[in-house]
């Protein structure tokens, strides 16, 4: 006889041990995190970018390191990177008027129609006439155009020059009347060559140089007199003239020396 089959009503479910797993496993689907391009990359030494977006090549045109800047580039630095501003190492070189390191990035063919974040090209931030001649020769502007710039920019070196020598006659002078005619040639030179590069950073720190050192002069001179004039009308009237010189020439060395301290060095 067979026996009948089981009530499974009355069966008992077996008593699993850990978390009851159902028989349908649920796929999630899962999401592959993709390391970013750049980490698969070599470290490239060279071109690193600082927080500002500028490289070691930007930052040595920016200060004016024309070797450092040769060496960059003999070791494959990129001369068109740009920064966070859109501005490259020629960008920074014109803004900052330095003509060497201008130079030598053109000689890399660093582009010059480049624009930064403003659309501007290294051209039309430029602040140096020898840069900006440079420039427009690399960009392909007329024979007309590039005369007039070559014209403007030699005016403005010659006046630079002649009011350089002007100004160290000025410092190194000891007689008043030599350093005050001497201050007021070169603060006219060097006038000049601003209204040619009005934007030249470094033609308008020597004019502002000149300016305050003439002032300076002109308050030491008047003093210096005022000191004559009361060595002359004091109980030392009976001093003899080459003593109260002595003391004038003794005062103005002084306070010379200490005005060509806070004085911009020449070239």
């Keep these: 006889n067979a026996s ?6 009355h069966m008992k479910r077996p008593v699993s041990r850990g978390r009851h797993q159902p028989t349908r496993e649920r796929h999630k689907p899962t999401r592959e995190r993709h390391a970013p391009a750049s980490a698969n990359l070599p470290l ?33 630095a990129s001369v068109d990177m740009q920064d966070k501003d859109g501005m490259t ?14 130079k030598r990035l053109l000689k890399a063919n660093a582009d010059v129609k480049a ?3 403003s659309d501007l090209n290294a051209f039309d931030i430029c602040r140096s006439a020898e840069c900006r001649v440079m420039l427009a020769r690399a960009l392909g502007c007329p024979e007309g155009v590039l005369d007039g710039l ?18 160290s006659i000025a410092i190194s002078s000891t007689h008043e009347d030599l350093i005050a005619d001497s201050l007021s040639e070169a603060v006219r030179f060097y006038s000049l060559a601003v209204q040619c590069e009005p934007q030249n950073p470094s033609i308008v720190a020597y004019l502002e140089g000149a300016l305050d050192y003439q ?4 308050v030491l001179l008047k003093s210096v007199t005022s000191q004559q004039a009361g060595i002359g009308s004091s109980t030392h009237r009976q001093q003899p003239h080459s003593k109260r010189e002595s003391f004038a020439e003794s005062k103005c060395n002084t306070a010379r020396r200490e005005l060509k301290k806070q004085l911009p060095q020449l070239p």
């Design 4 to 9: 009948p089959p089981p009530n499974r009503k």
């Design 44 to 76: 490239d030494p060279v071109n690193m970018q600082d927080q500002d977006g500028r490289t070691t090549l930007m930052n040595a045109a920016l200060a004016d390191c024309p070797e450092l800047v040769s060496s960059l580039i003999e070791n494959n």
């Design 89 to 102: 190492a020629l960008m920074h070189a014109a803004a900052a008027g330095h003509a060497e390191v201008t």
């Design 115 to 117: 624009q930064n974040s």
């Design 150 to 167: 070559e014209e403007k920019r030699d005016f403005a070196v010659a006046c630079k020059e002649e009011a350089d020598k002007y100004y």
């Design 215 to 218: 002032r300076k002069v002109h």
